[in-house]
């Protein structure tokens, strides 16, 4: 390794991060979620996390762990299930504190941070009970002949962030090639340390520039973790493991069923996981 070098191993990430710290975690719903970084820290013993995430399953094992104090999101979904089942749990039982933003709010909220300024005022919320819900939230009189009433989105600051790019080169440069970047970018600009996995370490990106969407000024640690958004999509490198999502699904709804999943699945290391799923039954894979 060389002094530009960036890579780590899944364990040395993980022991980077502490309990009371801000995570922001790149992805949208089921989609491009860094799950092999979430796993990493479900071996540790990291707790009272603050979770900024367009949630998925990320923070549905976090929450089903009990890592989770506060959670800021626009939504916790599956995509091709609509709520998240451990997200509906904690929120039932009351084991997590929500803070609900729309996603305008969201978008603002980390551009804010990610220009190191206070808040960013929006439209969005205007008109809703997401201020009365939230009591964070305020509003600023527009300085100008207009007068208008704006919300303002205070900054989402990030301790640290976790994103998943289908490649990356050794010095912290990602590369996504799906259709949409979702709000990774703002994610690691929003951070103090960014940790970035990827499908695959490159020499060389091929490609149109903008899908260089991570910047290596903005990166601290880089992964090599081969599949590691499953059970959520890598497009094109993969899709979503409908099979396997709907087994978790099923899962979480029993306690006894998910003590058995999380032996199966969760109670080793990445490469454990990853047998764990390629030794699956093919009646299981297509369930």
């Not at 439209?123 to 207009?146: A, F, K």
């Not at 880089?222 to 590691?228: C, D, E, F, K, Y």
């Not at 998910?258 to 030794?279: C, I, M, S």
């Amino acid at each position: 390794m060389t002094g530009l070098e960036k890579r780590l191993s899944l364990p040395e990430f993980a022991g980077r991060i502490t309990s009371g710290m801000t995570v922001g975690i790149g992805g949208w719903g089921a989609r491009r979620k860094p799950m092999a970084l979430v796993r990493a820290l479900l071996r540790t013993g990291v707790r009272d996390l603050t979770v900024v995430s367009c949630g998925g399953p990320d923070v549905g094992l976090l929450a089903a762990a009990g890592r989770i104090r506060t959670l800021i999101a626009p939504f916790v979904t599956l995509d091709s299930v609509p709520l998240e089942p451990h997200f509906r749990a904690a929120r039932e039982s009351g084991a997590l504190c929500f803070e609900e933003w729309d996603e305008s709010m969201f978008l603002w909220g980390l551009t804010a941070a990610a220009h190191r300024l206070p808040f960013m005022p929006v439209r969005g919320g205007l008109g809703s009970d997401v201020p009365r819900r939230n009591p964070r939230l305020r509003t600023v009189t527009s300085p100008y002949e207009d007068g208008e009433e704006l919300l303002a989105a205070p900054a989402l600051d990030l301790d640290v962030a976790l994103v998943h790019m289908n490649r990356a080169d050794v010095r912290g440069n990602g590369q996504s090639l799906g259709p949409d970047p979702y709000f990774d970018d703002l994610f690691t600009e929003a951070a103090r340390h960014t940790y970035l996995s990827c499908e695959q370490i490159v020499d060389r990106f091929a490609g149109p520039p903008q899908s260089l969407l991570v910047q290596r000024q903005n990166v601290t640690g880089v992964l090599h973790t081969p599949r590691g958004a499953h059970f959520t999509s890598c497009a094109p490198d993969y899709g979503r493991d409908e099979a396997f999502q709907r087994a978790y699904v099923r899962a979480a709804g029993d306690p006894g069923t998910w003590r058995e999943f999380e032996a199966r699945f969760l109670a080793g290391d990445e490469h454990a996981y990853q047998r764990a799923v390629d030794g699956r039954e093919p009646e299981e894979a297509t369930a």
